[in-house]
Structures are given as C-alpha cells and as structure tokens.
C-alpha cells in the first residue's frame, strides 16, 4: 500500500516499479496503482491528464534544465512559480520574479526531485485556495468527504496556511463547480482510496484551475478525518483491501454505509505551528515551501471561536487575536503595508494591527489577498 508513509512511500513504489522489482517478485500494489500515482506526481501527466478530463490548469511548461526553464519564463512573464516533481511540502520550489532568482530556485528544484524535473508556471498569488479530500474504491464510486479553504490564499502552502472547514467564502455555484471537476479528475486518474485534490479560484469570475492531486494520505487528510469524524486512513485500508463505500460501515451512524458525504454544522480551523524563533537568521516569509512543525485544529459554532482558540492552542503565549504579544510596538503605515504585502508567521497580527491603525478592509485585501470576509471577521 503505497497511500501510506507519505512522499517516501510513493517515490519508493514508483522506484521499485521501473527497476523491474515488483515485477520480478510478483508484488502487488493495493489502492492507487503505480500508473495513478505518476500521472499525479510528474507534473507533465498530470497537465496531460487534467486536459483529457476537461479539468483546467494554469499555463505552464515542464523542464529539465535552465535553459528550457529561463525560456518558459520569459513566455509566461515573470512573476512565474517553480514547482518541483515528486517532493513533499513543496520542497525545493518557489516563487520567481527575475532570472537571478529563477536561477537559484530551479537549481534547488532540480537537486530535490528524484527525476530532475520541474514545472514553471504562471503566478496567481492572490486567488483562492480550496481543496478537496476525496474517497473513490476499485468500482469507482467517489464521494467528496470535506471541502477547505485557505485563509492566506494561493501566496502560502497549505501546510503553512491557515485553514476552514467548510470553506466561507465561496458560493453553492463554486462549490458544485470544483466539486463535480474534483470527482472527474480522481476517476480519471484512477485513484483508489483517498486523496486530496488542491484547486486555484480567481475570487472575481468563475475561473478556476486543479493545482495538484495528492495520491496519499496527507496532512490535510489528517485534518479532514478528524473535522468530520470520517475515519479517512481505515476506509482507505478497506478499498485497498478491495471493500466498495457501499459494503463498508458509515462509522459515525454505524448503520448506514459508508457511501455518504458528512455535512458540518460547525467551523472548524486549523492553523500552523512554526519554531521561527529557535533559529536567528532564519526568513519567516511564508510561500510555495513549507515551513511549519505542526499544527493545531480548534471546532467552534463560529469562525471567530474556532481561529480564537487555535491562536490559544499554539501555545507561544497568546490569548487569542488581541495583540497581547505585541509589547508596545509601533509601526509606520508604510511598514505594515509591507508586511501586509509579504506574509510570515505573524501576518493575522499584522492584519489586526492595520485594522486598528484604521487602515480600510479593502485595502487590506488588496495587500494580503486575505479576503474581506475574514478581514471583517
């Protein structure tokens, strides 16, 4: 079973696969097969494979030296975001908005993916990130087990993001939207089991574009499993065992089966725990890589309940969103704008500051492209 021990496991088994070994010995892989995996893991399939089931992506060209990669980035015109092939918590990639920096970025990308590949892609910081954890068996029937969405947008990895479930601040259109592509993307590629499927939203039309599909158990599973209750790392054993969602027991009504979509009457919050202090020269600014350690989940009937008490389940000494940390700091407008523009670990305060600096809600979204609902909040 490959879907179990993160990265590792899958670049282990697509490894094993083209050297011959599960061949030669007869080895049978259970859930996702070896072909689903590579056609989500190599970035070029995966373009390849969302175009064959009318799901879009962004404009975008795979390389494999930086000669190719500076090209594509003069086509795309810069800022452009570097990706890399089969790496955990966007390793190696980042974003890119000149060749000297496109240089070092591909560089790192090249030595962090084990087949030297990268995808150079057009940059949409300020849209929205939502995803969706999906459950599909061998007979393909899939069912969507929990939507999310990303407070800091596209600018920051989901690892580093701070995260809501049900996702608030899209509409029923949207929804059913990326939903109904999420189905067609996971039947398509052949996953079997569980995975995660991450998507793009331009916040001002319907445009909307699949960034990644994650043919494992992930982080975001992890949360998805516990904010609804649906036991996402059993079930997915079950259909790689060869069990269909109609066979096996809903585990919350324990009568019905397992063939159903929970629906929250609560909000849920996951925010990021980072250990910037521990090391002096570090950069706190938060993008495509991850940096975080861990991470706490809060459930409250509100937003404002459940991000209030994540802040206070970090345990770094806040009592919430209410700048008790902040020892009589003062900042000049331009420099809170600034930090507004470039997120780090401290961004929700910095928002919360030009708030009561009384800079305007809109303002601030256009800065941080945290959307005003959250601003508001």
């Known amino acids: ?33 070896i072909k689903g995996i590579q056609k989500t893991e190599d970035r070029q399939l995966f373009k390849d494979s969302m175009s064959e089931c009318d799901v879009p992506v962004l404009r975008s060209k795979t390389v494999t030296n930086f000669e190719d990669a500076k090209k594509a980035a003069e ?6 975001i570097v990706r890399v092939a089969y790496t955990l918590g966007g390793r190696g990639g980042g974003v890119a ?28 910081g300020h849209w929205k990130q939502i995803e969706y954890e999906v459950m599909q068996d061998y007979d393909g029937n899939n069912v969507i087990v929990c939507n999310m969405e990303n407070i800091l947008s596209m600018k920051a990895h989901t690892g580093d993001n ?83 969602l109609s066979e096996l027991v809903n585990r919350i009504t324990k009568n019905t089966t397992a063939c159903f979509e929970p629906s929250l009457d609560y909000i849920v ?31 409250g009937r509100t937003f404002e309940e ?31 704008e600034d930090k507004l523009s470039h997120h780090d670990d401290h961004i929700m305060y910095n928002v919360a500051i030009a708030l009561k600096m009384g800079i305007s809600v809109e303002r601030i979204y256009k800065l941080s492209t945290i959307d005003p609902w959250f601003i508001e909040k």
């Open 75 to 80: 086509e795309l015109a810069y800022p452009v």
């Open 1 to 33: 079973m490959l879907a179990y021990g993160g990265q590792t496991a899958l670049n282990c088994g697509v490894s094993l696969e083209e050297s011959g070994a599960l061949q030669k010995y007869g080895v049978q892989v259970l859930g996702t097969q």
């Open 162 to 244: 701070i995260v809501v479930a049900p996702s608030q601040t899209i509409d029923n259109h949207e929804y059913h939207m990326l939903r109904s592509a999420a189905l067609r993307a996971t039947k398509h590629v052949g996953i079997v089991g569980e995975c995660n499927i991450q998507y793009a939203l331009e916040p001002n039309s319907d445009r909307y574009v699949a960034i990644e599909i994650n043919p494992r158990l992930s982080r975001s599973s992890a949360l998805a499993s516990k904010a609804t209750g649906y036991p996402l790392a059993y079930m997915s054993a079950k259909i790689g065992l060869g069990y269909n």
């Open 269 to 299: 919050c996951k925010h990021p725990r980072w250990d910037f202090e521990k090391f002096e020269l570090v950069n706190r600014r938060l993008g495509p890589t991850m940096k975080s350690v861990g991470e706490v989940m809060a459930v």
């Open 97 to 124: 908005y000149n060749e000297i920096e496109l240089h070092e970025i591909v560089e790192r990308g090249f030595k962090a993916s084990i087949v030297g590949q990268v995808l150079i892609e057009e940059y949409i």
């Open 306 to 336: 459940s991000f209030q008490k994540a802040i206070r389940m970090l345990d770094i000494g806040n009592d919430g969103l209410v700048l008790n940390r902040v020892n009589g700091k003062t900042y000049s407008e331009e420099e809170i």
